[in-house]
């Protein structure tokens, strides 16, 4: 196989859900395509990773420099409720049932001691000045309902602590054990989100 058709098939294959199969097909699609569609793919990559970063405050991929994300520069949503989740996915996820408006803190994974994944690794740290600032009288954690879920919830509760005014609580059941955010239909959800549990 010609060399730079086997690089662009190998990074493809290991794209999430690709294989080396599809690895395939996405280049063969590309490099038979006569509509230009490899060149605007390149730009539209290179557009985005150059100039796409997280936001400073709560991790929300957004435009480099702009002050923070969408949901942090909306004053409609500085409604007290702070939703604590693992990705951007989830954020996708909760947007589109519409069932929260109030702000998110992704903090990018959880706390395993199998991958070895520790709290100076996650996005906690600068949780407790931001309820301070944002005047944050609601924490929503939506995290997975796994082992390293519980885990992270439960240190992330002992290292903000008990704060005058703040509540903890988390989604109610009929999210499944071991499940992601990403496989519940909009109505499980809602459901979980409005019959939500104290800690
Ligand atoms: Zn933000």
Redesign the pocket.
């Given at each position: 196989m010609n060399p730079k058709i086997e690089k662009l098939i190998k990074l493809f294959a290991k794209l999430p859900r690709v294989g080396s199969r599809g690895g395939q097909r996405i280049a063969l699609c590309l490099l038979q395509d006569k509509t230009g569609r490899a060149a605007a793919l390149a730009s539209a990559i290179m557009d985005a990773s150059e100039n796409i970063a997280p936001?400073?405050?709560?991790?929300?991929l957004?435009d480099r420099g702009a002050g923070?994300?969408e949901?942090?520069?909306d004053a409609s949503r500085a409604n007290g409720q702070l939703c604590i989740v693992r990705d951007l996915s989830d954020v996708w996820t909760l947007e589109k049932s519409s069932v929260f408006h109030g702000?998110?803190h992704i903090i990018g994974g959880l706390l395993s001691g199998a991958s070895g994944i520790l709290p100076q690794d996650l996005n906690i740290a600068t949780l407790p000045a931001r309820i301070a600032d944002e005047k944050i009288t609601e924490i929503i954690f939506a995290l997975p309902n796994t082992v390293e879920g519980k885990t992270t919830q439960h240190y992330i509760m002992s290292s903000v602590g008990a704060v005058d005014g703040l509540s903890f609580s988390e989604l109610a059941s009929g999210v499944p054990l071991g499940g992601d955010l990403d496989y519940l239909d909009d109505g499980t959800l809602t459901l979980a989100f409005g019959g939500r549990k104290s800690l």
């Open positions: 936001c400073p405050t709560c991790g929300v957004t923070g994300c949901f942090c520069r702000r998110y």
